[in-house]
């Protein structure tokens, strides 16, 4: 069976879905520097957890746990490395490449025992396939592009502990700042993203947005030209330069469709479109379309959600 070293930072949906791939290719050992990520990789099926303890690594950017992974790489030599597909994972996997001298690809959506990935290539129009030539099969794997599954498991656990050493040293976190989680969920993890376009005209009328993202449980998203207007915070964009979603449910009020736009949603579930042109390309794309001002159709839609509830 194929030994798969899978890094889990944290206890998110990015690693569950990371974990998730890694089990569908062989034995998993977890790498965890806390204890919820342990529990995860518990949670998700890992036979194995190497749970690190490194003194004042998180006052630095990722040297000190990149020297860790690539020193439990050496040790275990795994034939696959996975880590989730974020801002870290993206810093890690390119550490880890230049010190294994290995390939590496990033954002897969799919990996085979094989070696062989798929990704979402051009904004998602095309996907590819390629096989890393060198090394080991180190990837990263996109959020939202694998179906998270839990398989309990109680895995051995060995404890690995590491001092940062002073070369990893050269990034020193200033500060940092931690956001009011408020109610919603993490709009990269939700199961419903309800998104308001330009054609939600305003910043108060956001607000409509909110309301059926609430009814729904969701999370609130917008396009680029709503950030730009200053309707939304750009933190909540979604697309090709913004958030990359993929929820069971993305409802687009407002919202044109251009390609970038489509890049950050397209692999949703059920697409539901809201918009007043009947040749907005976003109906192209739609399991459902709404042709109709949104400013009558989302009350509506509303009032049907809460009859409902
Ligand atoms: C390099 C680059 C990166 C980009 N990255 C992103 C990205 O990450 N995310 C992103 O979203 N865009 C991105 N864009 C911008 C993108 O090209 C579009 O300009 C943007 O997505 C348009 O946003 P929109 O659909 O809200 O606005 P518009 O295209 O102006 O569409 C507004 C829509 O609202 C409809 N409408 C108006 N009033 C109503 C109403 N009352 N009821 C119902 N419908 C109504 C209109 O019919 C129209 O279809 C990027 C562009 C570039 C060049």
Do not use: C, W
């Amino acid at each position: 069976m194929a030994d798969i070293l899978v890094y889990v930072p944290n206890s998110g949906k990015s690693a569950a879905e990371t974990l998730t791939l890694g089990r569908s290719l062989g034995q998993v050992s977890a790498v965890a520097f806390d204890d919820s990520a342990a529990s995860l990789a518990a949670e998700y099926g890992a036979a194995k957890v190497y749970r690190v303890t490194a003194e004042g690594a998180d006052d630095y950017f990722v040297d000190p746990k990149a020297s860790v992974l690539i020193d439990l790489a050496g040790r275990v030599g795994p034939d696959a490395f996975l880590l989730p597909g974020t801002d870290e994972g993206r810093a890690l996997v390119a550490r880890l490449a230049v010190a294994l001298d290995s390939g590496f690809l990033t954002d897969v959506s799919g990996l085979d025992a094989e070696g062989t990935a798929t990704q979402d290539i051009f904004a998602g129009a095309t996907v590819t396939t390629s096989k890393i030539t060198k090394g080991i099969n180190l990837a990263t794997v996109k959020p939202g592009a694998v179906n998270a599954e839990p398989a309990p498991a109680e895995p051995e656990t060995e404890a690995v502990d590491a001092a940062v050493a002073e070369t990893d040293k050269r990034v020193k976190i200033a500060e940092r700042v931690d956001e009011p989680a408020g109610d919603r969920p993490g709009l990269a993890e939700a199961d419903v993203v309800v998104s308001g376009g330009r054609g939600v005209g305003s910043a108060e009328d956001f607000a409509l947005i909110e309301r059926v993202a609430d009814a729904l449980g969701g999370a609130v998203g917008a396009s680029r030209a709503a950030t730009d207007a200053g309707y939304y915070p750009h933190k909540f964009q979604v697309g090709q330069t913004g958030t990359t979603v993929s929820p069971q449910l993305y409802v687009a009020a407002g919202i044109s469709g251009a390609i970038q736009h489509r890049a950050g949603m397209q692999t949703s579930r059920v697409i539901v479109a809201v918009n007043k042109d009947v040749d907005a390309p976003i109906f192209g794309m739609s399991d459902f379309g709404v042709v109709g001002d949104l400013f009558q159709v989302l009350p509506q839609a509303l009032e049907e959600i809460e009859k409902r509830k």
